[in-house]
């Protein structure tokens, strides 16, 4: 079965701090993961995917198949940060499989 | 990227009615997904809806009471039928244009039964 499990319902930081959403998945194939985020009143929009091995915003996020991990990470956090994050995962299909979400919220 | 529009925005619905949700994508789609997002919850896949093929629901979901049209490559529409309070949510489809390529999603629709 394919999972995706974000621990944190609510993260709040400090503008400048660094800032970690994590981010575990349960799937016996290779997996195609991925971040989306969901800026207040907005629509969900592809942050970023492992395989592009990119940086969008400043976030990053790097798969770890040993501990089937996909943290996304970004060192200084910004108030325009603040929205809510969902980690999904594709496994054998075109299908996504969200996790919960994590709304972060950036203080001032 | 796609453009996607979704109607209605938002519906105040009776409970035992039926609601109709439209999903048009401005170029052809090869797949198309319908997601629900519960309040306070994840998004979860409804069916997935293909042109010129019955729609595959997920477990948990039926035809009968989320029946899809999908009569061309730009369009789709998803129906709520027989109404509850617990089918108040956010709607959202979803699209590939080709395989292998960045999900896109709609505004949502959101529905409120009472």
């Known amino acids: 079965a394919q999972r995706v499990t974000q621990p944190e319902k609510l993260l709040s930081v400090f503008k400048g701090a660094p800032v970690e959403l994590k981010c575990n998945y349960s799937y016996s194939g290779s997996p195609e993961l991925f971040w989306y985020v969901q800026y207040s009143r907005q629509r969900l929009q592809l942050l970023l995917r492992?395989?592009s091995r990119e940086s969008i915003k400043g976030f990053t996020a790097d798969l770890n198949k040993g501990e089937t991990s996909f943290h996304l990470k970004k060192p200084f956090a910004q108030e325009e940060d603040s929205a809510m994050y969902y980690c999904a995962l594709k496994g054998g299909s075109e299908k996504l499989v969200f996790g919960k979400g994590t709304k972060l919220t950036v203080n001032p | 990227s796609a453009v996607i529009s979704q109607k209605p925005s938002r519906d105040i619905c009776q409970r035992g009615t039926s609601l109709t949700i439209q999903c048009q994508v401005d170029s052809q789609v090869t797949m198309m997904f319908w997601y629900r997002q519960q309040p306070g919850q994840s998004l979860t896949l409804i069916a997935t809806a293909n042109q010129g093929s019955e729609a595959t629901y997920e477990s948990g979901f039926v035809i009968d009471k989320f029946p899809i049209s999908r009569p061309n490559l730009t369009f789709s529409t998803l129906t709520v039928s027989n109404m509850s309070p617990e089918d108040s949510s956010i709607y959202l489809c979803?699209?590939?244009?080709?395989?292998?390529?960045?999900?896109?999603f709609g505004p949502g629709t959101r529905l409120l039964v009472l």
């Open positions: 979803s699209v590939y244009r080709v395989r292998g390529e960045t999900q896109y």
């Open positions: 492992h395989i």
